[in-house]
């Protein structure tokens, strides 16, 4: 079928428009990097093309009656921004609303088009210009006249929309209704999928705002001990008293250093909240400062890291508890990976600790069962 006279207007039009419509793709690229970029939201694809004179002669072939110039043509420069829940589209639309102007005539919600009963392409497009906020040449004014479209779907509905096209959509063949029943199933599990993603999502976010929020208020007995939670006590500096007045042995430099590689040490001396690591802190904290005065007595260190407060805390416990020198190289290997050194580190400490009046003596019994579970000790022959 070949285009006729008003068909070869508009696809001059288009050829004469090339220009611009690049400088629109890749202004409103940028625009909308940026914005993610400054709201803190990543999304899984960003993307932006032209459509194709070959495309655009199909488009024209179709329905060219409907359009009086290329400007009445929406869809000539396309963008997408692919996301990964469902509640983001929302998120970025509204960003969308403030970023550009917004054709609200032409702009269509696929997600509220389907009735009760039906599953499909959903969608949120919508149809905009670049206000002259975001760019202003007088010498190119189609910069804020030629429209463009801007789609907002999730990366569950994106999959959808490709294999729906894929197999047959906008297709002059009829597809069979047993084969349209079991895209519509299919488009059902999809769609309750990204429900069910957002649900969770959210459900692990209100969590994690209550568990910070008891956290924040001291009611440690009721946190679970969890890398969340480690992570939101660990912001609160409970171990920054004790650094502190470790540091004034050699009027030393605290260097901050993460105490999150403890999460793993703590959970094997088992601890089973946040409240059971403070109750050992309080309990140990004057044990660790007597063990920093032997281990920096005489030594000149002026550096010392935040997390040797944590360490000695935990190294008090091991003692007091009758895990000895095996209990030690557990602790070093679990932080450090196992190594000779862990061994040799776990002895000086060891000693040091002999001179200390909290020391106790290894328990037998504890020592057995540790190392019934604990492989690792057993095979390098600690004891």
């Known amino acids: 079928m070949k285009l006729d006279m008003h068909g070869e207007m508009i696809l001059d039009q288009y050829r004469d428009n090339l220009p611009v419509y690049n400088r629109i793709k890749d202004i409103a690229l940028d625009s909308i990097q940026k914005c993610l970029a400054d709201n803190g939201i990543i999304v899984t694809g960003l993307e932006g093309r032209i459509k194709t004179e070959k495309s655009l002669t199909g488009k024209l072939e179709l329905k060219g009656y409907k359009y009086r110039t290329v400007e009445d043509i929406t869809d000539i420069v396309g963008l997408r921004i692919i996301t990964f829940f469902s509640d983001e589209v929302d998120i970025i639309s509204a960003l969308a609303e403030k970023l550009f102007d917004i054709d609200w005539e032409n702009s269509v919600d696929k997600r509220k088009m389907l009735e009760i009963d039906r599953f499909g392409y959903m969608s949120l497009h919508y149809i905009c210009r670049l206000p002259k906020s975001i760019c202003d040449d007088p010498s190119t004014p189609q910069l804020n006249t030629l429209r463009f479209e801007l789609q907002m779907r999730t990366a569950l509905q ?47 976010n209100d969590y994690r705002r209550n568990v910070q929020s008891l956290v924040a208020s001291g009611n440690f007995n009721e946190v679970p001990l969890n890398g969340d939670t480690f992570r939101s006590y660990s912001e609160l500096q409970p171990f920054k008293r004790l650094v502190d007045k470790i540091a004034t042995i050699n009027q030393a430099e605290i260097y901050d250093d993460s105490i999150m590689p403890y999460y793993k040490v703590l959970l094997q001396m088992g601890m089973k909240t946040i409240g059971d690591i403070e109750r050992m802190r309080i309990e140990n904290s004057d044990s660790a400062y007597q063990l920093a005065l032997i281990q920096l007595a005489g030594t000149g260190l002026d550096i010392i890291a935040y997390s040797v407060a944590l360490q000695n805390i935990c190294i008090v416990h091991i003692l007091k508890q009758g895990f000895g020198e095996a209990g030690l190289v557990r602790m070093f290997d679990s932080l450090y990976g196992e190594s000779d050194y862990n061994i040799q580190r776990a002895a000086r400490i060891y000693q040091q600790a002999q001179k200390t009046n909290f020391f106790v003596k290894p328990n037998a019994d504890k020592l057995a069962c540790m190392l019934r579970r604990e492989k690792g000790p057993l095979k390098r022959n600690i004891l």
Do not use: C
């Open 158 to 204: 994106h999959v959808w929309a490709n294999m729906q096209h894929d197999t047959g959509y906008k297709s002059d063949v009829e597809i069979p209704i047993h084969y349209q029943r079991s895209l519509n199933r299919l488009a059902g599990i999809l769609e309750l999928a990204d429900e069910q993603f957002s649900r969770i999502r959210k459900e692990i």
